[in-house]
């Protein structure tokens, strides 16, 4: 999910696009997610399994407006910092949730979205030196937060075997998001030691 467009080159068009539409679509499931879960959390209910296949679609949505915009060259200023807000708010409201209704912990909560949060500030910091664009490490971990999320909204009251399997995944997820979290901090300290504009050996202008 997140695959993180950040290293896209922005296009001069329109920001009036389907991809950046899909991608103002994933900030508006947000709150319907999260009014769902505020009107019925309890494990099996219509409302929380609506809230669960919300949560799919927009993560859905994150597939593709990425992947239209650069087969389309409509990659934009506007969907290169609107698309990591969007995919932030949707996981980190939904980890959020689950710790109110007391189904996550909060410890949990607390290092995911502090190191999505840190990675952002750490993009700011370093981005007249250049871009920091996702890791495949990074992207398996995002994939990894969607799919023990989705487990955890779908959760069914007696099935012990898919709250061990959601366990597992978020602990996996968890992992993820520190290690890639740690490389992050690494990449941004090699980009502050270059000078504005020069061109990395990966080939990214900085």
């Not at 993009?123 to 969607?146: E, N």
Request: glycine share 8%; proline share 3%; aromatic share 6%.
């Amino acid at each position: 999910m997140s695959l993180d467009h950040a290293g896209d080159d922005a296009n001069d068009v329109s920001a009036v696009n389907l991809p950046n539409a899909l991608t103002i679509v994933r900030l508006a499931c947000v709150p319907i997610m999260a009014w769902l879960l505020v009107l019925d959390a309890t494990p099996g209910s219509w409302q929380r399994c609506a809230a669960g296949i919300v949560f799919l679609a927009a993560a859905l949505t994150d597939l593709l407006d990425g992947a239209i915009a650069r087969a389309t060259g409509t990659v934009t200023t506007f969907g290169k910092v609107a698309d990591p807000i969007a995919d932030k708010a949707l996981t980190g409201v939904a980890l959020v949730a689950l710790s109110i209704i007391g189904d996550l912990s909060w410890w949990i909560t607390a290092i995911i979205v502090f190191r999505e949060l840190g990675v952002t500030a750490l993009r700011l910091w370093v981005i007249r030196h250049g871009i920091i664009p996702a890791s495949r490490g990074g992207k398996v971990k995002t994939l990894a937060q969607i799919l023990a999320i989705a487990m955890y909204l779908f959760a069914m009251p007696g099935l012990s075997w898919w709250h061990v399997a959601a366990q597992a995944v978020m602990g996996l997820a968890l992992v993820l998001t520190v290690a890639t979290g740690v490389d992050y901090v690494f990449h941004a300290l090699r980009l502050r030691k270059q000078l504005p504009g020069v061109a990395t050996k990966d080939g990214v202008v900085r």
